[in-house]
């Protein structure tokens, strides 16, 4: 099985929208089970001590976790995201933080994921989150307001 | 102990600052080991399918689970988060989101906290995330860069 | 909905096999997404320096949340856990450990718990763990060695 | 750094001890910031429907990774394990399951580590369990049933 060009098209533009556009999340390059986001960092991204705030690594631990599961379901399904942990390993300062998500268990139903959040210092990529992610997949006609 | 209203005040204040005040979460209220914030739903808190994005919320719950370990600490130390988890309930899609942070363990060090986030919904508040998550407590001399 | 009695019992006796029964875990009540167990600590139920093992409590805590999440699913259901997270919140140490674990979110398919595990220490009951788990609802005739 | 002879032996042998030596958990080999074991399943590690019971592969998964990080701290400190997160990838079910676990991030006080449970199959080693779990290194003076 293989990421048609057409989908991984349609997965990098479908990437950036509502607060993930908002925020300045980037797709700079997907294939199947996999994603890499990057985020350019501005002040409105850090935190009250100026180190880059965990909800801005999270939505990118998340959002790219969940791309990456995207690219492994049938057209006609979307992904949510049932539960995650994150580990916040060192602060992060830097400028540039990228993130590298994969699956680590497809499945038709739910679908495991990691992903690694790297700030691009001075003297190389450091990993400062460490995340695992369960999602799911649901028929898009069922996602619905109703509980 | 208690929180005195100086310090009360001094965390209120403190608490929408970088990511935060941009993106527009408020506290309501704030006690020893507790803090309770909001946010007013814009467009740009949505994710691509409508539904407020789960960074939103995760930003919410670590943040204000944050700051409730944060009136438990000495003045002069500040809070990181280790690590948490989120379970994702249901869907949120209304106009206001509210957090009740606690802290379910303090410690010298480490503090453990639980956010629950509800979605303000015509038929009432529903639960939407639950939080568990793992503060530590720093000297705020020993914030650094550096690794 | 309720629990018929019939099914009460049917959850009370089915508690108790293989890994749980061996290592001791009894169930004290159980209701509708509800389920309280304990456990007789001997000391085959402790670690290196005395306490009581993290994978005792664990294993309780799960498998407690897994019955809980059982009483509200079909009876040719089974239950599988997806995932959780365990934190510990002081070291357990007495000769009684007690569980009380909820489903805190319902589902057709995917049920949220949490746990809750005391140790019976001399000046009363001390929470020790707390749990939060993702289970799933899966036909016993899907049940399979097959991936 | 590297682990010397004398500390690899001495944490090899005390690895099995209470709990863990029980159920039959057994080091295969030990190296700065990282641990294998194993386990011979027999029934009574199995749960209600013959499947490995996750109490038991979480008890490998956090004891595992709890000696991963006993390697990298001074002999006169202890390991807690503060809390840890498991995905349950697969269902287990052989004779054999397998443990790595590895320190991803290293310090002084906090130690986050990674364990990978595998079941061994008849086609091969299956990942059945993926483990984040975060350690604190105590003084074992300060090692204590007062909380």
């Known amino acids: 099985m293989e ?7 349609q997965i990098m533009s479908d990437y950036s929208q509502g607060f993930v556009a908002w925020c300045g ?3 700079i390059e997907v294939g199947l089970g996999f994603l890499e986001a990057r985020i350019f960092i501005r002040d ?7 180190f880059i705030h965990a909800g801005v ?3 990118m631990a ?7 599961a995207y690219t492994m379901i049938p057209e006609d399904h979307r992904i949510l995201t049932v539960e995650f942990k994150m580990n916040f390993l060192r602060p992060a300062f830097s400028d540039l933080v990228i993130c590298r998500a994969r699956v680590i268990k497809p499945g038709r139903k739910i679908l495991v994921c990691e992903s690694d ?3 691009r210092q001075k003297n190389g990529e450091k990993l400062v989150v460490k995340a695992l992610a369960t999602m799911i997949s649901v028929p898009q006609a069922e996602l619905t ?3």
């Open 3 to 9: 990421l048609s060009e057409t989908r991984r098209q």
């Open 25 to 27: 999340f980037e797709p």
């Open 44 to 50: 409105e991204h850090r935190q009250q001590d100026g």
């Open 57 to 59: 690594m999270t939505t």
């Open 62 to 68: 998340d959002h790219s976790a969940g791309y990456a």
């Open 117 to 119: 959040v790297f700030d």
């Open 145 to 147: 307001r109703e509980d």
